[in-house]
Structure formats: structure tokens, C-alpha cells
């Protein structure tokens, strides 16, 4: 699956790229060290959602939780 980039705002720098300059520094320019610990980042969210997906399902299951209606 292919995707084309996104385009880079005309006289900014690209947000994106500033991160990714910013985790790299955090990093000491190691790249491998940055990709480990965008990993280590993405499991710890991974599995605070799934924490959460657990407390609304139980919070629902006890009618403790009332859907906005507008």
C-alpha cells in the first residue's frame, strides 16, 4: 500500500519533521534507540486504551454510563 507524503506547509517546517528531530535528539542521534523507544511509547498506549476500553465497557455494563443525547 503506497501513500503519497504529506505535503510540507509552504515557509514552516513541517511539524512532523520536528518531531521526529526532537525524538532523535532525545536519543543522542541513535536511530535504533529512537525507534525502541517510539515502541516501548506505543505499547505503553497501546495499553492504557485498552485499560480504559475495559473501565467504560464495565462502567456501561452498570449503568453508570449514560451516552450524550445532545
Avoid: W
Avoid at 15 to 30: K, N, R, T, Y
Avoid at 35 to 47: D, G, T
Wanted: charge should be negative; include cysteine; proline fraction near 7%.
Amino acid at each position: 500500500m503506497s501513500q503519497s507524503p504529506m505535503p510540507i506547509p509552504q515557509g514552516d517546517e513541517d511539524p512532523l519533521e520536528e518531531s521526529v528531530d526532537q525524538a532523535l535528539a532525545a536519543c543522542g542521534g541513535d536511530v535504533r534507540a529512537t525507534i525502541k523507544a517510539l515502541i516501548v511509547a506505543n505499547q505503553y498506549l497501546e495499553s492504557e486504551v485498552a485499560e480504559l476500553m475495559k473501565s467504560v465497557s464495565h462502567a456501561y455494563a452498570r449503568g453508570r454510563f449514560h451516552p450524550y443525547n445532545g
